[in-house]
T-cell receptor, first 112, second 114 residues
Framework: AQSVTQPDIHITVSEGASLELRCNYS??????LFWYVQSPGQGLQLLLK??????LVQGIKGFEAEFKRSQSSFNLRKPSVHWSDAAEYFC??????????FGKGTHLIIQP | GAGVSQSPSNKVTEKGKDVELRCDPI?????LYWYRQSLGQGLEFLIY????????KSGLPSDRFSAERTGGSVSTLTIQRTQQEDSAVYLC????????????FGPGTRLLVL
């Protein structure tokens, strides 16, 4: 069965600094990979997804992620964070016909 | 356009009672999912409906949990004989055809079992 690991439970970043959130997955074949964001009081929203092709994918709100098969990783990045980026970020994988398997999430705190 | 809607927004019940949670997916979406979000377990997949096929129930935590989808649209998640550990936010999502596509999530139903 597939699994997702997000090693960082909390990350604190200063506003304007760069951001990288780590995600490692376990799946035998090429997975479908997603990053979702959950802002306080908001539902889950898709940031970006990877299925095939170019391993660097662009998403909404200035986020990007890079799929690295050799490292089984799909890390999320943003060059310059804004206070509104404070939220919970979830990496997820679909490996088969069932629903998403989510990581435990990373709570992002933005310092002024 | 309208997104995924869920009702009720909040539900407080007593231990041992049954509860029903409702999900209205985006019109035209054939795939529907239920997830549970709790402090201890994070986001867990519960069940997946694809069109008229038999649902994938592999994530249901116990036989007290069941779900149905009528007419390929609205879905109801039923929890029988609720326990305190069932307290969580229950999220519904839908996608156009399958799990490999973008899933659109509803706002969730917050269930508290006293």
């Amino acid at each position: 069965a597939q699994s997702v690991t997000q090693p960082d439970i909390h990350i604190t970043v200063s506003e304007g600094a760069s951001l990288e959130l780590r995600c490692n997955y376990s799946y035998g074949a090429t997975p479908y990979l997603f990053w979702y964001v959950q802002s306080p009081g908001q539902g889950l929203q898709l940031l970006l997804k990877y299925f095939s092709g170019d391993t660097l994918v662009q998403g909404i709100k200035g986020f990007e992620a890079e799929f690295k098969r050799s490292q089984s990783s799909f890390n999320l990045r943003k060059p310059s964070v804004h206070w509104s980026d404070a939220a919970e970020y979830f990496c997820a994988v679909v490996g088969g016909a069932d629903g998403l398997t989510f990581g435990k999430g990373t709570h992002l705190i933005i310092q002024p | 356009g309208a997104g995924v809607s869920q009702s009720p927004s909040n539900k407080v019940t007593e231990k041992g009672k049954d509860v029903e949670l409702r999900c209205d997916p985006i019109s035209g979406h054939t795939a529907l999912y239920w997830y549970r979000q709790s402090l201890g377990q994070g986001l867990e997949f519960l069940i997946y409906f694809q069109g008229n096929s038999a649902p994938d129930k592999s994530g249901l935590p116990s036989d007290r949990f069941s779900a149905e989808r009528t007419g390929g649209s609205v879905s109801t998640l039923t929890i029988q004989r609720t326990q305190q550990e069932d307290s969580a936010v229950y999220l519904c999502a839908s996608s156009l055809r399958g799990a490999w596509e973008t899933q659109y999530f509803g706002p969730g139903t917050r269930l508290l079992v006293l």
